[in-house]
């Protein structure tokens, strides 16, 4: 990473994903501060944490390719001491690379992660899934987020249903929510803050019963659906996510959910398993 | 483990998949035979590693709670070679655990997995995915399974839509399936036969085209919707599974799938994301 960039970065002009993603050191340990942008009721948002795991191996000088899945563990609650992020590239192979990837605290492991890289070259090439109907951004009420914790209102999120207080109207599901989101103020997509949106969905007990209790993610995955090619064309700082539930069991639910860009592409799908009291 | 589970384990007369479980050594690092009963085109088939991965930190004796999330990554072709499975505990919190676990073999990392696990006690539960409709497994015909690789043949796969050669009727989409499988001879459910089962269904590339190309699993997840009281209490060793294909892309796409129980008890769900060429 050039100079440039790093100190265009840790400008306080930046865009303030661009200032939580900040990776001080090397390739082998860097070092992050949690971001008091991104704070949530417990500790910072997954999804910028996600995102730091992901630019810590992008970043490396091993790496080859984009990614394709990503799964990060959330091993309990992240204070506001520095992180140390140590991306360990397990293996290479001739299209793909496997990546292991710790996140620390005063030596206490708070995540694990495992990363696969690949490169994108094209293939036969399909989308099974559809895009859901949903009005144009325009046309949709953006969430007012005032009474939301700090990470809440990076984002304007506009629920087109299955959304939080109101709850607009309800999906095929009572913990359904189709919602436009963007960065906030908007920002070019890239693959980090890809990442964290797949994070920005609000647990689905929030939506299905329209109350704030205890939860919190303990395992992530995304599977990515484009390459920074994609990505860099999509003229639209909108993706439309939508999120359901399948099964709330023994203080564990799953979430599983789509992202497409405003032009209607495939970009993520990504599931979450949930901690609720 | 005692002596008499482990020598009933390594027995003749024991089911294959028993067989295929069978662990040496003790918590810290075990050892397994890759078992030619499952044998897949390259290497065994996925979902065995997986349950073996499972049971390394199920017979753990530091081993607090029930398995919530899995992950597994495959990095390369399993050799015949013994398999070290390395189970590592990362942190005991107040009511989960989170451990990594490594497979190699001859000092060269095979799989890379994270497992999460907890205690399932009572809380408010429900279940908002439906279970797809399918006729009883004794009214859908078994798989011909003679022409396919050994581990096929170690399930009774019975295709209510979307199956292979032929193709049976086609699903909601090309890449869809709805199957009951069991293990043959049938054999009670556990953790380890629901880990097996989750990685059973052929990649949906397969189903789509009609027709067998290189593809194989480079990401596996699985969450855990029961735990071991819940699939105790299972008397058919039938699960029905429905799985499908969002998207194709730069040579990987994903599969999202179910597992359900006879009875109606949505046991897991699962995604992978598959290399294909």
Same mark, same amino acid.
């Given at each position: 990473?050039?100079?440039?960039?790093?100190?265009?970065? +840790?400008?306080?002009?930046?865009? &303030?994903?661009?200032?939580?993603?900040?990776?001080?050191?090397?390739?082998?340990?860097?070092?992050?501060?949690?971001?008091?942008? $991104?704070?949530?009721?417990? *500790?910072?948002? *997954?999804g910028?944490?996600a995102?730091?795991?992901?630019?810590?191996?992008?970043?490396?000088?091993?790496?080859?390719?984009?990614?394709?899945?990503? !799964?990060?563990? $959330?091993? *309990?609650? /992240?204070?506001?001491?520095?992180?140390? /992020?140590?991306?360990?590239?397990?293996?290479?192979?001739?299209?793909?690379? @496997?990546?292991? /990837?710790?996140?620390?605290?005063?030596?206490?492991?708070?995540?694990?992660?495992?990363? %696969?890289?690949?490169?994108?070259?094209? !293939?036969?090439? +399909?989308?099974?899934?559809?895009?859901?109907?949903?009005?144009?951004? +325009?046309?949709?009420?953006?969430?007012?987020?005032?009474?939301? &914790?700090?990470? %809440?209102?990076?984002?304007?999120?506009?629920?087109?249903?299955?959304?939080? =207080?109101?709850?607009?109207?309800?999906?095929?599901?009572? +913990?359904?929510?189709?919602?436009?989101?963007?960065?906030? &103020?908007?920002?070019?997509?890239?693959?980090?803050?890809l990442t964290a949106l797949c994070d920005a969905f609000?647990?689905?007990?929030?939506?299905?019963?329209?109350?704030?209790?205890?939860?919190? !993610?303990?395992?992530l995955?995304i599977?990515? @659906? #484009?390459?920074?090619?994609?990505?860099?064309? /999509?003229?639209?700082?909108?993706?439309?996510g939508?999120?359901?539930?399948?099964? $709330?069991? *023994?203080? $564990? =639910?799953?979430?599983?959910a789509?992202i497409?860009?405003? #032009?209607?592409?495939?970009?993520a799908?990504t599931?979450q398993?949930?901690?609720?009291?």
């Amino acid at each position: 990473m050039s100079n440039a960039v790093h100190a265009s970065q +840790s400008s306080p002009d930046a865009h &303030p994903f661009d200032r939580a993603l900040v990776l001080e050191g090397t390739g082998a340990e860097r070092c992050a501060s949690v971001s008091a942008d $991104y704070q949530n009721m417990v *500790g910072p948002f *997954g999804g910028v944490t996600a995102a730091l795991i992901v630019k810590a191996v992008m970043s490396h000088e091993a790496r080859e390719g984009e990614p394709v899945a990503l !799964t990060v563990n $959330y091993l *309990g609650p /992240i204070a506001d001491t520095p992180l140390t /992020i140590v991306p360990c590239l397990v293996r290479t192979n001739r299209s793909n690379q @496997h990546w292991t /990837i710790t996140v620390s605290q005063d030596d206490v492991v708070q995540c694990t992660a495992t990363l %696969v890289l690949a490169e994108r070259k094209p !293939t036969e090439e +399909s989308v099974e899934l559809a895009m859901p109907q949903a009005p144009a951004p +325009s046309r949709v009420s953006s969430l007012v987020s005032d009474a939301f &914790p700090a990470w %809440v209102r990076q984002y304007d999120m506009r629920f087109v249903h299955g959304g939080l =207080f109101p709850a607009v109207a309800v999906g095929d599901t009572p +913990s359904e929510s189709l919602v436009w989101m963007a960065d906030k &103020p908007t920002r070019a997509l890239d693959v980090f803050s890809l990442t964290a949106l797949c994070d920005a969905f609000f647990p689905r007990l929030f939506i299905k019963n329209q109350t704030l209790t205890p939860a919190g !993610t303990v395992s992530l995955t995304i599977y990515f @659906h #484009c390459d920074g090619q994609t990505l860099g064309a /999509i003229p639209s700082p909108y993706v439309l996510g939508k999120a359901k539930a399948g099964k $709330y069991f *023994g203080h $564990y =639910f799953d979430q599983h959910a789509q992202i497409w860009s405003e #032009c209607g592409t495939l970009l993520a799908t990504t599931t979450q398993a949930v901690y609720y009291k």
